[in-house]
């Protein structure tokens, strides 16, 4: 299994591989580095990507046909029967991003498999955290308790939330007291708290002095040894035996004094409230504390911190040791949830030193991503400038490589971050010429890997960009074309783009190819068709019935766009071939040979129709039509095939709705109605339609209005831009002939 250097053509051979039954075909690049192929949306582009994906990826056993359930079967050889290595083929889609994970960690720069490793590490860490901080925060009903937690210990640096996590649960013993206070109450971000108990120190100290000595005379709450069973924790005791179950069974509390016996929830709570009243009401610690109360009560933000020391007076000794209190209420959350923060810490260390690793590695590819920011900078129109800088939020805290977006506003630059540009800033064809960054990186990293040859496939990648960046990437096709190691399959539905590089690139034309799918469902490639002279192709075939009928709507825009169509002859030639497209009253006397007479008046054509000459025209497109429809197969791609549905399609529209009106209306209203249409004559027909026929069946109504969206618009029936007709499928417009032709009788 080698892959030969001077590789000139690859045979494809793919069955069951998603949207493809069966293809069987040779690309050649003899004298080429490109390969283009054509293919019409839903014929087999993506299911042909997708298949070359995975074959690189090495993940061939998914590819498989998924209706039928038949696993695929993949062969891919060159010339000389030697098999393609996976590694050497590199698909590109720039519709999304390579990473799955948050678009918050893509501006990482690294190589797909680099990013996809730190990446998928990432997920699962940020997984883990979610589901403990989830419960954290319910418990201390906080909404951003992630950013509590990095503003708490990681001086707001989420870079170091994964190293400080790990300090913090190194100190918890699974014992810590877990607070229920609210936590933004003691904790807000404002810092109103902690200014209140910087300001109100020494009151605050002696309200806690006072009531710590009252303390020691209590019965129930006290202090020992460093150890405080005051009104925080008797409140937590009472919660815990209030059902009455613990005393249900016979047991009992007694306390310290070895006399105090408690066997209810009740007496325990009576116990409680009357220590507490007693030494809340104690003279001197009721007067410290009016001192407190009366600052507190003058700001209406302190309101929730006021009631908590209020009703567990023992915090306030905590609370005048602030910051230390900070780390003790998150220890407390660590300890009741320790399960789920042992977790998050494990998946942590086992995978830093992965981590670690692709840091490493990353670093080294710093010059690669210069040179393609250089690229990117340089080529594409986007309101940003990309930098690079060193990743400062990153998990480990290393010195690594990231982008910087520096967009352009009339103050200046302003840097950007990557989410803000993707979600707000950019045009959905700046934020694909965002997603290239990685394409370009992930190719100039080939041109430095030594001397393998690389199958770059590209799919759709006309559709990446708006025009003011197509040509960038066009550009950089061509680039790429003079590169010996590279050898490119480009796929598009957008036959304009198709037309773009055939003609920059200057592929020739053996290397050039339109996909289609024959009567056995099988995916066929035959050269390229319509590059050059589409029109010239048309005039030559012009005695064929389907060429003759495509010429009418050209020949008829050349007598509008060359001639004073105010003045005879060219005003009746004009309004003879009009009456070809729409329903008029010369329609029902033309017949092919006064409209072949037309167009050798205005076109050098020595090929015309012989037979049938004096067939009435909409007949004659009716019949064409319909011999169309019989065939077994139809190529996606001629352009004259779908000329003739639209033109019969059209037609058969108009009169059905003429039928109709001229049942409903007097025959002078219609006449100066219908001879009163000067422009867009099936819309005015169709509207008159929809006052006089109501009501009007549903499905006959959505058919009339297809009619409107399809034949015109968006096939361009009146105008030189064939570009269109080759991207609309055929097979829709048979069908919507098939349909007008049944159901508008």
């Not at 009531?211 to 005379?217: D, T, V």
């Not at 770059?456 to 006309?462: C, E, K, T, Y």
């Amino acid at each position: 299994m080698t892959c030969i250097k001077t590789m000139n053509k690859i045979n494809l051979n793919l069955e069951h591989c998603f949207g493809i039954t069966k293809l069987s075909q040779e690309l050649t690049f003899e004298g080429e580095n490109a390969v283009l192929i054509y293919s019409p949306n839903g014929l087999m582009k993506t299911s042909f990507a997708k298949t070359l994906q995975l074959y690189g990826q090495e993940k061939t056993d998914k590819v498989k046909d998924v209706i039928a359930d038949v696993a695929g079967n993949i062969d891919i050889k060159d010339e000389h029967g030697n098999v393609i290595l996976p590694a050497s083929i590199y698909v590109s889609n720039c519709e999304e991003p390579d990473s799955e994970t948050p678009k918050n960690i893509t501006s990482f720069l690294a190589d797909s498999v680099l990013k996809q490793q730190y990446d998928n590490i990432l997920k699962t860490l940020s997984e883990k955290q979610k589901t403990l901080f989830k419960d954290i925060s319910d418990h201390a009903r906080s909404t951003d308790i992630i950013s509590e937690f990095v503003r708490t210990f990681c001086e707001s640096k989420p870079s170091l939330f994964y190293s400080k996590f790990e300090e913090v649960m190194a100190e918890v013993a699974g014992s810590e007291i877990c607070y229920n206070f609210k936590y933004n109450s003691i904790f807000d971000k404002d810092g109103k708290v902690k200014a209140f108990i910087d300001a109100n120190h020494e009151a605050l100290k002696d309200y806690s002095d006072k009531y710590q000595a009252i303390l020691q005379s209590s019965k129930l709450f006290r202090q020992k040894n460093g150890k405080t069973f005051g009104t925080y924790q008797a409140s937590e005791l009472s919660k815990s035996v209030a059902d009455n179950a613990f005393f249900e069974v016979s047991h009992k509390i007694v306390l310290g004094d070895d006399k105090t016996t408690i066997d209810s929830a009740a007496s325990l709570a009576n116990l409680i409230s009357n220590e507490l009243s007693g030494i809340l009401n104690d003279v001197a610690v009721k007067k410290a504390f009016e001192k407190i109360d009366k600052k507190a009560s003058a700001n209406e933000s302190l309101r929730q911190f006021k009631e908590i020391i209020e009703n567990h007076p023992d915090l306030v000794d905590k609370l005048l040791d602030y910051d230390n209190f900070h780390k003790e209420v998150w220890k407390g959350y660590f300890s009741k949830f320790k399960g789920k923060a042992v977790d998050l810490l494990t998946a942590y260390q086992e995978a830093k030193p992965t981590l670690d690793s692709v840091l490493q590695q990353a670093a080294g590819q710093r010059t690669a991503w210069e040179k393609t920011i250089s690229i990117f900078n340089r080529r594409f129109s986007v309101p940003f400038e990309v930098k690079i800088k060193n990743q400062t939020d990153l998990l480990l805290n290393e010195e690594a490589a990231a982008l910087s977006f520096e967009y352009s506003t009339q103050a200046g630059q302003k840097a950007v971050e990557s989410k803000v540009l993707e979600e707000v800033v950019l045009s959905k064809g700046e934020l694909r010429a965002f997603y290239t960054l990685q394409l370009l990186f992930a190719i100039e990293k080939m041109k430095h890997d030594g001397g393998q040859e690389h199958i770059l496939v590209f799919d759709d990648i006309s559709d990446s960009f708006d025009y003011k960046n197509k040509y960038a990437i066009v550009e950089y096709l061509c680039d790429l074309k003079d590169e010996a190691k590279f050898k490119m399959i480009i796929l598009t539905h957008n036959f304009d783009f198709y037309r773009t590089i055939s003609s920059r690139l200057r592929v020739k034309r053996n290397s050039t190819y339109m996909a289609y799918k024959d009567a056995n469902d099988e995916i066929k490639f035959h050269q390229a068709e319509y590059l050059r002279e589409p029109f010239k192709l048309i005039k030559s075939n012009a005695d064929k019935s389907v060429f003759f009928i495509a010429l009418i709507p050209l020949v008829r825009n050349l007598i509008e766009y060359s001639k004073d169509i105010s003045t005879d002859p060219s005003k009746l030639e004009y309004i003879k071939l009009t009456s070809c497209l729409h329903v008029k009253t010369e329609t029902a006397s033309l017949t092919v040979n006064d409209i072949a007479q037309i167009v050798r008046n205005n076109i050098d054509a020595h090929r015309l129709p012989t037979e049938n000459t004096n067939c009435n025209i909409k007949n004659y497109i009716y019949n064409t039509a319909e011999a169309l429809c019989g065939r077994p197969t139809l190529d996606e791609i001629h352009i004259e095939n779908k000329i003739v549905f639209a033109a019969a399609i059209r037609l058969k529209a108009e009169d059905y709705m003429i039928s109709k009106l001229k049942q409903v209306m007097s025959s002078e209203d219609f006449n100066n109605f219908y001879n009163g249409i000067t422009s867009n004559q099936t819309s005015a027909l169709t509207k008159k339609f929809e006052e006089r026929c109501s009501p009007i069946n549903d499905d006959i109504q959505l058919l009339i209005k297809e009619v409107i969206i399809l034949t015109p618009e968006n096939i361009h029936l009146n105008s030189f831009m064939f570009e269109p007709l080759i991207d609309m499928s055929v097979w829709r417009l048979k069908k919507l002939y098939q349909d007008v032709n049944t159901q508008l009788v």
